[in-house]
């Protein structure tokens, strides 16, 4: 059978025509909180949105958006793990993880808990220096179930297609919230707490000496080592079908409901800049001074909020003119709600005839 | 997470938020259990690691 008559004979039976991709900025187009980011030793959201990099006693990293893409699969960026400190012996409990978590609501369609739970592919291009043997696992969000494959990098510093099916969970459901439903691991390095005991085949009880039974590779015992990743899709079926490229205002607007700042997009936070800033001039009337934002779209949930100086990038900060310059002052407060927030300086901050403005971020991530 | 402080913020007598300095970080978290930074925060609370101070 032809590879056409394969996808058509696809098409209806196991997956959808668009919107089959459950992960979000799979092709690392969006990096709204920056394009990198250094000597990184904790775990965070750093650079591509929606993808988590946790890091635990594992050396020291960098991340980026690189331009270091498969030729011709019509890719712009990777993400890249660098490594600037090495750890060639992992403690028991050590690891290095590559994650997105997906929403329990957005995975109702895999049916689970039912005779009927469907398989789920994940697909995805890998380049690294280190060959070898490498874990992605699939947690329920709850960490109370959870199933894994291994996949191998041949052929060092090449491109290398990858796909892994995962069958689906008859014995029960994923929530139907906001609430993490699914959380998908591509493990990097695993101390031997992770390693003693048997990759689950199937969905199983969790148990973290079952967790990456077969990781070879530590990815952090060399700073010569790198790891990139891009066209990520995880999709209904034991198929996977070519990686669904989305235009870069569909894929920013997945990404706004986890993350929105009021930078432009290219602008890093924390950037010392009034561009795009909330903004506010207070009449000799006003004691306090207050301004609401309104956030592209409702978020996941009520986000955190971080305010920043768009003279100094100072966290915790507006810039003020009170006192006859620019200067970096508190905001007491915000109360915020899905769709938006209010800020509020104190009486001793802001006076009349003064400006406050300031930059915020909004982070609503699983 | 390092959670190094956190203080309910009540401007208008109804606390709106917790203002937590995170991992060396100043941000307002609120008050929805779906939020994961404020799960965190009641981890380390109900853990007795980490103490709310009252709102002024």
């Known amino acids: 059978m032809s590879k056409a008559a394969e996808l058509a004979a696809l098409i209806g039976s196991q997956t959808a025509l668009s919107n089959r991709n459950l992960i979000i900025n799979g092709s690392q187009i969006i990096a709204q909180r920056a394009t990198s980011a250094t000597g990184k030793t904790a775990s965070g959201y750093y650079t591509c949105d929606r993808w988590q990099q946790l890091i635990s006693s594992a050396g020291t990293w960098t991340f980026s958006q690189d331009t270091s893409v498969p030729s011709g699969e019509g890719f712009a960026y990777s993400y890249k793990w660098d490594c600037t400190t090495s750890d060639g012996s992992l403690a028991s409990g050590d690891y290095l993880i590559h994650r997105q978590n997906i929403e329990g609501q957005n995975l109702q369609q895999l049916s689970y808990g039912v005779s009927g739970a469907k398989s789920v592919t994940l697909s995805f291009w890998v380049k690294s220096n280190k060959t070898g043997t490498y874990v992605c696992e699939l947690r329920k969000g709850d960490d109370a179930k959870h199933i894994g494959r291994t996949y191998s990098i041949s052929s060092a510093n090449t491109w290398e297609y990858k796909t892994v099916t995962f069958t689906g969970d008859t014995a029960s459901a994923l929530v139907n919230t906001n609430a993490t439903g699914i959380k998908v691991h591509f493990w990097l390095a695993a101390g031997s707490s992770y390693t003693s005991g048997t990759l689950p085949a199937s969905w199983a009880s969790n148990t973290a000496a079952n967790q990456a039974v077969g990781q070879t590779v530590n990815l952090a015992d060399s700073t010569s080592n790198e790891w990139l990743i891009t066209g990520v899709q995880l999709e209904v079926g034991e198929q996977a079908t070519p990686f669904e490229h989305r235009s870069f205002g569909d894929e920013l607007a997945a990404c706004q409901r986890y993350f929105t700042k009021s930078y432009n997009q290219g602008t890093a936070v924390a950037t010392a800049t009034a561009v795009g800033a909330v903004y506010k001039v207070m009449d000799a009337a006003m004691n306090y001074g207050t301004e609401n934002v309104v956030f592209p779209c409702s978020m996941r949930a009520t986000p955190t909020v971080g305010i920043y100086s768009p003279v100094t990038g100072a966290l915790g900060k507006f810039d003020s003119n009170t006192s006859g310059g620019t200067t970096d002052l508190n905001l007491i407060t915000v109360n915020i709600g899905d769709n938006g927030f209010s800020g509020q300086s104190n009486n001793q901050a802001v006076g009349g005839n003064a400006y406050m403005r300031w930059h915020y971020t909004a982070s609503a991530e699983l | ?56």
């Not at chain 2, 937590?20 to 609370?45: H, T």
């Open chain 2, 1 to 56: 997470m390092q959670i190094t402080s956190a203080k309910y913020s009540s401007p208008y007598g109804e606390i709106v938020c917790i203002n937590a300095v995170l991992d060396g970080k100043l941000l307002f978290v609120p008050l929805d259990p779906a939020n994961s930074d404020y799960i965190e925060i009641m981890r380390q609370v109900a853990a007795g690691d980490l103490t709310i101070a009252d709102a002024d």
